[in-house]
């Protein structure tokens, strides 16, 4: 019998983390299947996509303050460029360039260098009109929302509607200043 040769600790650790994000991107596309099943309309399931990840969002943020020790913005280009090379390394091990900035500072766009939710995926034409992804939007706006900032986030490009990237824009409606709870006499 061949000899087993033996698999170091950072062999296996990494088969673990490869098969626990195939498990995670499986199990994303078998919700968005179900959902495709239960609403019919492509359109509803964007909706309740967005709904979804607004709803992890605003539970999320609490974890990612907790463990990153990101102190506050200073404005939304630094909130931006947080989410881009802190939030989502932390919960999708994924970075994004940010760029497309708008003369106010307001917008921009986020550019995902890879996008682990679309492995395997292949839209049927029947799909057309899906934003596959849009669980990913919900996150980031539930998140922002929780640190004071309502925000609009669409997908501008997305490889599997026949894009060259897949690109978030992120567009800051409003900024509601944080009260002090006490006041100075
Ligand atoms: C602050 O000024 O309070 C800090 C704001 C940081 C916001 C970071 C939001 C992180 C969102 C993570 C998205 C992960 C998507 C998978």
């Known amino acids: 019998m061949a000899p087993v040769a033996p698999r170091s600790g950072d062999a296996i650790f990494a088969n673990v983390e490869r098969v626990n994000a195939e498990l995670f991107t499986l199990t994303y596309g078998a919700i968005v299947r179900q ?5 019919e ?5 964007n909706k309740q996509l967005d ?6 969002g605003i539970r999320l943020i609490d ?3 907790a463990k990153s020790n990101v102190s506050r913005c200073i404005d939304f ?3 931006a460029e947080v989410i881009a090379k802190v939030g989502l390394k932390m919960f999708l091990g994924v970075t994004a360039t940010v760029g497309n900035w708008d003369a106010e500072g307001t ?7 890879d996008n682990p939710l679309v492995d395997f995926v292949e ?3 029947t799909c057309q009109g899906l934003y596959y992804c849009n669980i990913l939007s919900g ?4 998140a922002l929302e929780m640190v004071s900032m309502k925000t609009d986030v669409t997908w501008v490009r997305d490889m599997l509607r026949g894009d060259d990237a897949f690109e978030l824009q992120l567009k800051l409606l409003k900024q509601v200043p944080e009260e002090y709870p006490y006041k100075d006499d």
């Open 41 to 45: 309309e492509v359109e509803e399931v």
């Open 139 to 142: 996150v980031i706006r539930g």
């Open 77 to 79: 280009k630094e909130t």
């Open 51 to 56: 709904q979804m990840g607004y709803n992890i």
């Open 107 to 113: 917008t921009c766009s986020l550019i995902l260098e």
């Open 35 to 39: 959902l495709l099943t239960d609403l």
């Open 123 to 125: 839209l049927p034409d």
């Open 63 to 65: 974890e990612f303050l």
